[in-house]
C-alpha cells in the first residue's frame, strides 16, 4: 500500500520561507516517475484547493495565488516531491496536502482539482503570522 508522508510544516512570519516535503512509502510498489503529484491546502473555513502540480514528464502548474513565490519539485531517486514556498502570506496559512494519481493524465488531466487524485498524506500544517 503506497503511503504519503509530509512534512517541513510550521509557523514563520510574513515574508519568510518554508520547504515541505512529501515522501512515498512502498517505493518497490510506487513506480514515482509514474505518477502525477500534486501539493493542495485547507484553510479553515474554505475549500480544498490545488496549489501545484508536477506530471510524470515534469510538467508543472500552479494556482495563481502562489505563482512567482512557491516552487514544486522532485527527486525521483529520492521518491520525494517538495514545495518550496518563499515570500509567505497569512492567506497562505492552511493544512497542505501532497496527493499523486498513479499513470494519470498530467499533461492535460485536471491537475489542480482534487478530485484527480487517489492518493492522500496525512497533512502538515504551514502558520504564517503578519
Known amino acids: 500500500q503506497v503511503q504519503l508522508v509530509e512534512s517541513g510544516g510550521g509557523s514563520v512570519q510574513a515574508g519568510g520561507s518554508l520547504r515541505l516535503s512529501c515522501v512515498a512509502s512502498a517505493a518497490s510498489a510506487f513506480p514515482y516517475s509514474k505518477y502525477c503529484m500534486g501539493w493542495f491546502r485547507h484553510a479553515p473555513g474554505k475549500e480544498l484547493v490545488g496549489v501545484a502540480s508536477?506530471?510524470?514528464?515534469?510538467?508543472?502548474r500552479y494556482a495563481d495565488p502562489v505563482k512567482g513565490r512557491f516552487t514544486i519539485s522532485q527527486d525521483i531517486a529520492k521518491n520525494t516531491l517538495y514545495l518550496t514556498m518563499n515570500s509567505l502570506e497569512p492567506e497562505d496559512t492552511a493544512m497542505y496536502f501532497c496527493?499523486?494519481?498513479?499513470?494519470?493524465?498530467?499533461?492535460?488531466?485536471?491537475?489542480?482539482?482534487?478530485?484527480?487524485?487517489?492518493?492522500w498524506g496525512q497533512g502538515t500544517q504551514v502558520t504564517v503570522s503578519s
Open positions: 508536477m506530471g510524470r514528464d515534469a510538467r508543472i
Open positions: 496527493a499523486a494519481r498513479p499513470y494519470g493524465d498530467c499533461w492535460s488531466g485536471p491537475v489542480l482539482s482534487s478530485g484527480f487524485y487517489t492518493i
